[in-house]
């Protein structure tokens, strides 16, 4: 009798354990691998998208998470250094936790692991990935980032209907400034606005004043820049400090509120084509920017942020999807929730109503123009 | 007046409105230089943080510009106090070279820290200096500029009085030109190049607070660039010489915005480190330098203690050989593996580095230029003219043999520092053409798509069998190596370094055989680019840069000079301390800087000894 007791024992304990862990299974948290500098010279950009993503996140979970399972991120700092960014790589893949993983800051860092993602079977999100030949890595390699070949254009467009004729195009000499200038310049071309100076600077360079003279030599009437904030705020300083007047029109990457702060009073003015502002008075806009006072009251909105809240929205909703046909997650399913995906809302974009299965990005593209009032960023109003 | 002319002008006062600053740096550089012969690689960190301390003053304390300059000429001075104490006086018996790397050590950490308390973020400066500019032509210069320029002078003028008439003055000369002789005539050496090194840095400091509040934007990261751009200004100029190294400082930033007006704003750097390599192989003692000073400088060999090295028995070797090969199978980890794999790669960079540095006696600052000509080579024959992995590879080896020995022939009669001076100018010029020359490189680009290395039928994509590919290229070239250090040519070599006058007048041709070491160290640095191409698939002009060879050499360092064994557990330990500390990853390069200060210190022959 007491054999039987035990075996009874031991087969009530088995079977509640293996229920307990099943049901530990069930609310066990999903996990999203980001890759990222979250120290190094790009750190800014790194702890803006936590920014996104912690808002997103109170609320995905909030609102039950995956299924009931809470979501969460793995930040792995990188310093955007494509060495990190491979060996973060194997670090993910390895980890099964994982069911999506994000691309890192600049696209060339993102692409040196893309191999390794495809390889792997482990999608890799380059949610800040605007290289037009990013998403060539594989399909498992998909992206919402505005394209450059959207944007440059864009600014093109701006720089032309400011009446601009005759201008300087100084570029950042990187793998995303060449990118950029160049289809800028082609754009800007194709407007008709003359680019009579073209000159690509050093990535840590300080003193802009010979290519300033030479700029105002050639009597510009306008000065393009496709410049990160660092290389702005110094540009747009030495420019106004040579007494040089006319407009500057800078890439999107100054709609951050860093770039009137360091810049000072030569910021008042510029224009910066941009992706989003936070006056804009679409609902979404406006109901975002509520959210975000609610949790970062007295923080200053910038893109980067905005847009990690909106991809880390879209990866729960994409999951989700995945979760629909296959309980148990799996990679592969992840990856053709990509492909299934119908109308997200989205901060940036209004909606996204699918992934282009070709490009696996996103073709839609709004765009934002903006001018530097009284040290905050304001939609340009056309004059 | 012309266009052309107006452009001209205007291009000149940029260039010598530019060089007042790197006048300014160079001062403070050519001071210690002149006092206690050394190279302060901290000067450039000395000059950020002060910076600094300034923006502090002023942002957070609040106070006027006239209190916060002098508090920040007081954090210099004290930053000056121990660097003097801390990184040059312990080396004081050693050849000069041990005190340069201290203080690159000094200033890998002092940056850190920057970095670590302000955050990479960059800072600036609230708006209070007057904005009237004067126009002339083209240009406009402002207050600042002639502030600067009021200081620059001042500092000429007041350095030079104070060294030719000062007593002090006389006693700074004297303890430079010969310290046992002046000790004996009562002067406190010590306290001299304390004094030197207080007013050098204060001056840095000051620099740094004038030059912040210029551009007005305060990064922790500029120190070892304008440390570098400052050195090349003194070299210019003249490096004992206080205006000498000052008017260096005006050549060279007229140099850089004639350069930059006619090539483009990316051409700068080539410029600036074109003329530094041409100073240094054409006019050493600088355009404006007077004679040469009677070079007392210790033999670079010998900072390194005589002493029983460490013998790894061959059996032992052997075991250890297999250890690396079964751990992979032992323990499923793809990022250990990965890591690994890394490691032997810079184990092999770090044999380069111990060769050259150990048996040639050559402490070679730009190492990596030469892994990236390795690198650019077998990237390039792979991608664009589709070479298969064991042609490209090799060809690795003999395109930065060949290349590194035609840009270092020149500088290897230097002597001590200056040759130390001169790869780490080749090791950034390197990079540089590499920027710039984008027919063949694809400039900022990169080179990506790097194909998958396929030898004898089997692919090498997965790190698991690129990890053993690696670890038998590293297995190969220690062998190599040890024969090299075995052979007569080895032995020829460290009679160079022990003692140059007495192998010259045996009749050795020090140079050939410096040059020799120096190729075979190259071909080996090349090797290891090339692998790191392939492992990597990607790779720019910012992969193999200034703190890689620092990095490099603090491995070989570590290990034991001259060492192979030494060499690879150098590599093994910094490779992995990254990955183990990686919660403290931002205070890696304080880590490294810190390892290399007390190897110096404590344990120069290294961990396995020197060889």
Not at chain 1, 173 to 195: C, F, I, Q, R, S
Not at chain 2, 589 to 604: D, E
């Amino acid at each position: 009798m007491r054999k039987h007791g035990l075996k009874a024992a031991l087969a009530v304990i088995l079977s509640l354990g293996l229920l307990v862990s099943l049901g530990a299974q069930k609310s066990e948290p999903v996990f999203i691998g980001v890759s990222g500098p979250l120290t190094g010279g790009n750190a800014q950009y790194g702890l803006a998208w936590k920014k996104g993503f912690d808002l997103a996140l109170d609320e995905i979970n909030a609102a039950g998470g995956i299924k009931g399972r809470q979501l969460q991120y793995i930040f792995t700092d990188t310093q955007n250094d494509p060495k990190q960014t491979v060996a973060t790589a194997q670090k993910y893949i390895a980890d099964k936790r994982i069911v999506l993983a994000t691309g890192d800051f600049s696209s060339t860092s993102s692409k040196a692991a893309s191999a390794i993602y495809q390889r792997a079977g482990l999608v890799q999100f380059g949610f800040n990935n605007s290289a037009p030949d990013f998403t060539n890595g594989g399909d498992f390699i998909w992206s919402n980032s505005p394209s450059q070949s959207n944007e440059a254009p864009a600014h093109a467009a701006y720089v032309r209907d400011l009446g601009l004729k005759k201008v300087a195009v100084f570029s950042l000499n990187t793998d995303w400034g060449k990118v950029t200038g160049d289809l800028t310049v082609a754009a800007l071309k194709k407007y008709g606005v003359e680019v009579v100076l073209r000159e690509a600077y050093l990535p840590d360079e300080k003193d802009f004043k010979p290519i300033i003279t030479k700029a105002k030599s050639e009597g510009v009437d306008g000065i393009i820049l496709v410049s990160y904030v660092n290389d702005a705020s110094l540009l747009v300083q030495q420019i106004r400090g040579q007494g040089i007047t006319v407009p500057i029109v800078s890439n999107g990457s100054q709609a951050t509120a860093d770039f009137p702060k360091l810049a000072g009073a030569a910021a008042e003015g510029v224009y910066v084509a941009g992706d989003f502002t936070a006056d804009d008075p679409r609902p979404e806009v406006v109901q975002f920017v509520k959210k975000w006072q609610a949790k970062y009251p007295g923080q200053d909105i910038d893109y980067f942020a905005v847009h990690a809240y909106d991809s880390l929205k879209l990866a729960a909703t994409i999951i989700a999807k995945a979760a629909e046909s296959d309980p148990s997650i799996s990679r592969k399913a992840v990856r053709d929730a990509f492909v299934q995906v119908r109308d997200v809302p989205s901060v940036i974009y209004g909606k996204i109503a699918a992934f282009n299965p070709q490009t696996r990005r996103v073709d839609e593209f709004l765009g934002a123009r903006i001018v530097i009032k009284d040290g905050k960023e304001v939609a340009w109003t056309g004059k | 007046m012309s266009s052309t002319l107006a452009l001209w002008l205007g291009q000149t006062i940029n260039g010598l409105v530019l060089g007042n600053i790197y006048a300014l740096l160079a001062a403070g550089l050519a001071l210690v230089f002149g006092v206690a012969g050394l190279v302060n690689f901290a000067h450039g960190s000395v000059y950020m943080a002060g910076s600094y301390a300034g923006w502090v003053a002023v942002s957070i304390l609040g106070w006027p510009l006239w209190a916060a300059l002098p508090a920040a000429a007081a954090v210099g001075a004290l930053l000056g106090l121990c660097l003097e104490r801390f990184a040059v006086r312990p080396f004081q018996k050693s050849a000069h070279v041990a005190s340069l790397l201290a203080t690159i050590g000094a200033g890998m950490i002092i940056d850190n820290l920057a970095e670590a308390i302000f955050s990479p973020n960059p800072k600036s400066f609230p708006p209070i200096l007057p904005t009237w500019r004067l126009s002339l032509g083209l240009v406009s210069i402002g207050g600042l500029d002639l502030v600067i320029l009021g200081v620059s002078i001042l500092c000429a003028i007041s350095l030079f009085a104070l060294l030719k008439y000062t007593r002090a003055g006389r006693a700074l000369r004297a303890s430079s030109q010969d310290s046992e002789a002046a000790r004996q005539m009562g002067v406190r050496v010590n306290r001299m190049n304390a004094a030197a090194f207080a007013l050098a840095s204060a001056l840095g400091a000051l620099a740094g607070v004038l030059i912040g509040l210029y551009y007005n934007l305060l990064l922790p990261t500029i120190g070892f660039q304008a440390g570098l751009k400052g050195f090349t200004a003194c070299v210019l100029g003249g490096l004992g010489n206080i205006p000498a190294a000052m008017a260096g400082g005006l050549l060279l930033g007229l140099g850089e915005s004639y350069g930059v007006a006619i090539f483009g704003a990316s051409a700068r750097n080539l410029v600036a480190y074109a003329l530094l390599l041409a100073a240094l192989f054409l006019r050493p003692n600088g355009v404006f330098g007077g004679k040469a000073r009677s070079q007392r400088e210790a033999l670079t060999g010998s900072f390194i203690p005589q002493g029983k090295a460490v013998r790894i028995h061959p059996a032992f070797g052997c075991a250890l050989v297999l250890v690396a090969i079964v751990l992979p199978l032992a323990v499923k980890s793809d990022y250990l593996t990965q890591v690994l794999a890394g490691a032997w790669i810079s184990a092999l960079f770090a044999l380069s580095l111990t060769l050259v540095g150990g048996t040639g006696g050559i402490m070679s600052l730009g190492q990596a230029g030469l892994m990236a000509i390795g690198a650019y080579a077998s990237g390039l024959l792979a991608v664009k003219a589709g070479w298969s992995f064991l042609p490209s590879f090799l060809a690795s080896g003999f395109f930065a043999a060949a290349i590194g020995s035609l840009l270092a022939f020149p500088a290897l009669r230097l002597k001590g520092h200056y040759i130390s001076i001169a790869t780490l100018g080749i090791g950034e010029i390197v990079n540089q053409l590499i920027l710039n020359w984008e027919s063949l490189t694809q400039g900022a680009m990169g080179l990506s798509g790097i194909p998958a290395p396929r030898l004898f039928g089997v692919d090498f994509s997965q790190i698991g069998s690129f990890y053993y590919l690696s670890l038998a290229v590293l297995v190969i070239g220690a062998l190599a190596i040890t024969a090299v250090q075995a052979s007569p040519l080895g032995r020829t070599a460290r009679a160079i370094r022990e003692d140059e006058s007495a192998a010259r007048s045996l009749g050795v041709d020090a140079r050939r055989y410096k040059a020799l070491i120096f190729g075979i160290g190259a071909f080996f640095a090349g090797l290891a680019g090339s692998l790191t191409a392939y492992l990597y698939t990607y790779i720019s002009y910012e992969t193999f840069g200034s703190s890689l060879s620092i990095l490099g050499l603090t491995m070989a360092i570590l290990g034991g000079l001259g060492n192979v064994w030494g060499a690879i557990l150098g590599a093994v330990i910094l490779s992995g301390l990254p990955e183990i500390l990686r919660f403290a990853a931002e205070y890696r390069s304080l880590v490294y800087g810190l390892i290399l200060l007390l190897v110096l210190r404590f344990r120069p022959q290294g961990l396995l000894g020197s060889e």
